[in-house]
């Protein structure tokens, strides 16, 4: 097991499996939609104020995305985003009520529904290409 994997892996442990498992499945989008857009570059994980972190360190073409679970909402996981990027007001414009947010922050996520993964793939797209202009502004476009 690679040292990112374990490290995730140990991260996620004080979760409930189906929590642990919307983490897995949040980890899988962002890792695969920065491979799928080759201005991002590689994404380096870690940790950072205890949350599992993906950084566009190379590039620097986007910000910091971190997950984790809520603690004190023991079904939920969240995304969080740096607060004065203004993505999550930009996720609201483009999709209203189709997400859950947190404030200024964070996307949050039942571990017992499905997840939206084109409209979450496309706010991850956005947060990690967030310093380029190439990025269509919709699903779609």
């Not at 620097?60 to 999550?88: N, P, V, W």
Request: hydrophobic share 40%; proline share 3%; charged share 25%.
């Amino acid at each position: 097991m690679s040292a990112q994997n374990q490290l995730f892996q140990e991260t996620i442990a004080p979760y409930s499996l189906p929590v642990q498992k919307t983490l897995r499945a949040l980890r899988q989008l962002v890792l695969k939609t920065a491979m799928q857009h080759e201005d991002i570059g590689p994404i380096e994980q870690e940790l950072r104020w205890g949350q599992f972190s993906f950084l566009t360190l190379e590039t620097r073409s986007g910000t910091t995305i971190r997950i984790d679970g809520k603690r004190a909402e023991a079904h939920k996981a969240a995304m969080y985003f740096h607060c004065q990027s203004g993505l999550i007001n930009h996720f609201k414009e483009l999709y209203g009520d189709q997400l859950t947010y947190e404030g200024k922050r964070a996307l949050v996520f039942d571990a017992r529904a499905s997840l939206a993964e084109d409209i979450i793939r496309h706010c991850i797209l956005l947060a990690l290409a967030h310093h380029l202009r190439k990025i269509p502004a919709k699903i779609g476009n």
